[in-house]
Nanobody, 124 residues
């Protein structure tokens, strides 16, 4: 059974940093696309960043390039999202997702499994 458990959300002032974690289990961690998505109230879910755990290729939304970094720890079956220079518009529920047997992409509809989400709130 595939499980994704996010942690690390919280409240921070603009310009601050947070690190989100996604602990994965139930599938071969090193051959999946792991993505981070976010959804603000009244808005559609959008892709933030993704990483192919088999080779380390990364993908970012334009809105977070240069500020967010996605990384993996194979020993812990965990993917991280390091978020720096946070802005109020980054406020959202952040979700971790796994895409199996399909090339990596930042389209939410492709992902097979989802975590429960962790809230990130950035105040101005």
């Amino acid at each position: 059974q595939v499980q994704l458990v996010e942690s690390g959300g919280g409240s921070v002032q603009a310009g601050g940093s947070l690190r989100l974690s996604c602990a994965a289990s139930g599938y071969t961690f090193r051959s999946a696309c792991m993505g981070w998505f976010r959804q603000a109230p009244g808005k559609e879910r959008e892709g933030v960043a993704a990483i192919y755990t088999g080779g380390g290729s990364t993908y970012y939304a334009d809105s977070v390039k240069g500020r967010f970094t996605i990384a993996q720890d194979n020993a812990k079956n965990t993917v991280y999202l390091h978020m720096n220079s946070l802005k109020p518009e980054d406020t959202a529920m952040y979700y971790c997702a796994a895409l199996l047997n399909t090339p990596c992409a930042l389209y939410a509809s492709l992902y097979n499994y989802w975590g429960q989400g962790t809230q990130v709130t950035v105040s101005s």
